[in-house]
Nanobody, 121 residues
Framework: QVQLMELGGGLVQPGGSLRLSCIAS????????MGWYRQAAGKQRELVAA???????RYADSVKGRFTISRDNAKNMVFLQMDSLKPEDTAVYYC???????????????WGQGTQVTVSS
């Protein structure tokens, strides 16, 4: 069983940057897909970015060109670099582990507890 912990949320002004980190423990995630999701108040949770076991990435249209997902398998960590942040990026951001190599959907997926990101002046 994989446990996840997100770090790095906070308050940032529009146009600013934040870097989220997800620390995985319990076993290696190097052969697994990982992703970042977010849930804004009153809205459904949505996929922000995902990275396959081999490093292929995909992004929500709303964050393409602004956010970058990456992974460090030696440290068992996944990151989300968020640049040019907008107020509409305000949400709780969650890290997700999937035991699949590419697909994030799984009955055996694991979620972190979430970290709040607030973009406001």
């Amino acid at each position: 069983q994989v446990q996840l912990m997100e770090l790095g949320g906070g308050l940032v002004q529009p146009g600013g940057s934040l870097r989220l980190s997800c620390i995985a423990s319990g076993r290696s995630i190097s052969n697994d897909a990982m992703g970042w999701y977010r849930q804004a108040a009153g809205k459904q949770r949505e996929l922000v970015a995902a990275i396959s076991w081999s490093g292929n990435t995909r992004y929500a249209d709303s964050v393409k060109g602004r956010f970058t997902i990456s992974r460090d398998n030696a440290k068992n960590m996944v990151f989300l670099q968020m640049d040019s942040l907008k107020p509409e990026d305000t949400a709780v951001y969650y890290c997700k582990h999937s035991p699949n190599r590419i697909a994030m959907e799984s009955d055996f997926a694991t979620w972190g507890q979430g970290t709040q990101v607030t973009v406001s002046s």
